[in-house]
DNA sequence: CGCTGGATTGACTCGGATCAAGTCGAGTGG
DNA sequence: CCACTCGACTTGATCCGAGTCAATCCAGCG
């Protein structure tokens, strides 16, 4: 019995039985979501913490301007707010960017579970810090990066995230994921995109069809990408390339 | 007997008389450290825990093509590295801007301090959770603003920041940090810093000269950044140009 | 008094946005 | 089975914001 959850959180941490028990028992009331639905706004006072079990979510914010910005996204296994329900509403939304299952646990279960269990505790600890350590990576990238580098880190970080919790098999991953949303989480445009992509694909470095990644030369994306995944705090086994 | 920590924490929840005790007495020790020192490096161990107490310090990260890049201000009462220490080791560095008062807490003392005082737990929680909205503010701005509106938007929040904490006289702060190490800030040029920081200089919003911010027009400011301080968590008196 | 690093200004270039047509594929309805 | 629609994606032409290169100014300091 396991779930993406507790693949995910496996991988920070050994859990116990018990503690694999009582995260399964906590997302056992899963619910569909369609695509494009807002799970959390902005301004809501917080609620329960929703955990992703399948299909992909995003954190976004729609500026003044109507400009969208994505800052974030959930895969499955991972949370949409955990810590924040401390603070008095919610800065930014979250959003399905495809047909989703998610579960919602009360935050009252939630505290009993990092309460009993120290092993639970922890690993959402390191989830936390690991999620911190990503918004940190994403300014790099936006900062000072070429769009071509950001589009090949975007990649490079979704699928070493995705083979992190099994969700890859080995070669690429399920990515149900719009070039609009992806653009919109690089802070270029889709037009712009799609021109970056092809040339990567030209490079025969990725493909990305149909919601669907595949990478073709991993040496070479984390080259173009600059990419030092030192932040994501683990070690992917095979990443060096070899 | 106070200190700029303890101005900071307690803007989030009251503290006890018991805890402010505490809190002085563990960044008793400060050390002066010098402009340019790097307090923690990238790939260190995680070791105590560091509070700046006066000056300015910053995260960043040095990429393979020699660009900095500058992922977050410490300003006095800022930690360096709070829950950082549960991971294998630092993805970033933290130099100091200026000459800098430094209190290094040795990371069994926080955990006492954290177990002991459940003031001290919660607002430093609340500290983390704000830093976490922070990152996600610089994302959107990295993005989606106008190098106008992203060089307001980061003296705004600077502003903002320093005056909830009691940096702030009324009308700027103390802010000894070079227009180059801003712009590294920004994702630009210092060069293309300096024309729009003229810009604003023109527009008579504020004035940036020899280590000090003056905010001339708050409310002009905030229009200019497109501003939306709900990612501060905190209330600012008078901040809603009034 | 000259050195040094930050700040400013000008001239030129270029990456990526914008605007504008398409093309393609999945549904939908007749 | 085909026509129609709608969104996502692609491609081309043009424009502009910001980077680059370079000269100069200025203040602090040894």
Redesign the interface.
């Known amino acids: 019995m396991t779930n993406q959850l507790v693949r995910k959180l496996s991988g920070f941490t050994d859990l116990s039985e018990a503690e694999v028990a009582a995260l399964c028992h906590a997302t056992g009331r899963a619910r569909e979501i369609r695509a494009r639905h807002d799970i959390i706004r ?2 809501d006072k917080p609620g329960p913490v929703f955990v992703v079990l399948e299909g992909w979510a995003f ?1 976004y ?1 729609i ?3 109507g ?3 994505i ?2 996204f959930l895969m499955p296994g991972d949370c949409s707010n955990l ?2 329900g ?4 919610m ?2 939304s979250v959003q399905t960017a495809c047909r989703a299952r998610v579960a919602a646990i009360p935050r009252a279960e939630i505290t009993a579970l990092v309460a009993d269990h120290p092993g639970i505790a ?1 690993a959402l ?2 989830a ?6 990503t ?6 990238c ?4 070429s769009t071509l580098a950001r589009v090949a880190h975007l990649l490079c970080e979704l699928y070493l995230r995705a083979r992190l919790t099994g969700l890859s098999d080995g070669h690429g991953l399920e990515l149900p994921v719009s070039q609009i949303v992806l653009a919109d ?3 270029m445009t889709p037009v712009h995109f799609s021109r970056v992509l092809r040339k990567l694909r030209d490079a025969k470095v990725v493909t990305l069809t149909r919601g669907s990644l595949t990478i073709l030369d991993l040496e070479g994306l984390i080259d173009i990408a ?1 990419f030092d995944q ?2 994501l ?1 683990r070690v992917v086994p095979g990443s060096d390339g070899s």
Do not use: P
Not at 86 to 89: I, S, V
Not at 128 to 133: C, F, K, M, P
Not at 135 to 140: D, P, S, T
């Open positions: 902005e301004g954190r914010k500026l003044a301007d400009n969208r910005q800052m974030a810590n924040i401390m603070l008095d509403e800065d930014h922890r600890s390191l936390q810090l690991t999620d911190e350590a918004l940190r990576a994403w300014i790099i936006m900062g000072r990066r989480s690089l802070g600059g030192n932040y705090h």
